[in-house]
T-cell receptor
Framework: DARVTQTPRHKVTEMGQEVTMRCQPI?????VFWYRQTMMQGLELLAY????????DSGMPKDRFSAEMPDATLATLKIQPSEPRDSAVYFC???????????????FGPGTRLTVL | AQKVTQAQTEISVVEKEDVTLDCVYE???????LFWYKQPPSGELVFLIR??????QNEISGRYSWNFQKSTSSFNFTITASQVVDSAVYFC??????????????FGTGTRLQVTL
């Protein structure tokens, strides 16, 4: 049963510390997404990659957030320095998408619950 | 700009009741996709259905059914004979195609469904 995996599942850190969240997409999927879920803003798309290349990161605060995909089996989302307002659940999702006109569903990981004190 | 509205914040029903979750969307695109996802207490987002804008046929899957009406820009979700296991937050989402961003999902704020015995 293929699943998206995310580590860590929970992270508590102090303001100013670096946080790295990891995601392993489903094998064979070519697109990876990062979402953030908060009570106030709901689910927001932060960034996404296709074939490991960043396609859109307009939803991401550029000064402190960075997303990379060093290889097809690993995507990372880094926050440096972290702030209390970054506290949220961060979801990774993957899918197999072919071109802009076709679409298949995104499969979500279990999320990383981040708390910044 | 695309927008999804789920006006019902929370719904409580007694088991075996039917319940309908409303979703209204806004888009200028003529080609788009609509989705429903379920987020159970465990936190993971589970894909339920995808519908493209050219397919207005209603769909039934077991106790779940979806009513898509382009005339009213609505994509409502009905659970028949609800069960306690249906308790979750349900999200409606929209993705536009012509902008070349078929991958990007815009989520509604979600409807929390509580099914009690």
């Amino acid at each position: 049963d293929a699943r998206v995996t995310q580590t860590p599942r929970h992270k508590v850190t102090e303001m100013g510390q670096e946080v790295t969240m990891r995601c392993q997409p489903i094998l064979g999927h070519n697109t990876v997404f990062w979402y953030r879920q908060t009570m106030m803003q709901g689910l927001e798309l932060l960034a996404y990659f296709r074939n490991r290349a960043p396609l859109d990161d307009s939803g991401m605060p550029k000064d402190r957030f960075s997303a990379e995909m060093p290889d097809a089996t690993l995507a990372t989302l880094k926050i440096q320095p972290s702030e209390p307002r970054d506290s949220a659940v961060y979801f990774c999702a993957s899918g197999f998408l072919q071109g802009a006109a076709s679409y298949n569903e995104q499969f979500f990981g279990p999320g990383t619950r981040l708390t910044v004190l | 700009a695309q927008k999804v509205t789920q006006a019902q914040t929370e719904i409580s029903v007694v088991e075996k009741e039917d319940v309908t979750l409303d979703c209204v969307y806004e888009t200028r695109d003529t080609t788009y996709y609509l989705f429903w996802y379920k987020q159970p207490p465990s936190g993971e987002l589970v894909f339920l259905i995808r519908r493209n804008s050219f397919d207005e046929q209603n769909e039934i899957s077991g106790r779940y059914s979806w009513n898509f009406q382009k005339s009213t820009s609505s994509f409502n979700f009905t659970i028949t004979a609800s069960q306690v296991v249906d308790s979750a937050v349900y999200f409606c989402a929209l993705s536009e195609v012509s902008t070349g961003t078929a991958s990007k999902l815009t989520f509604g704020t979600g409807t929390r469904l509580q099914v009690t015995l």
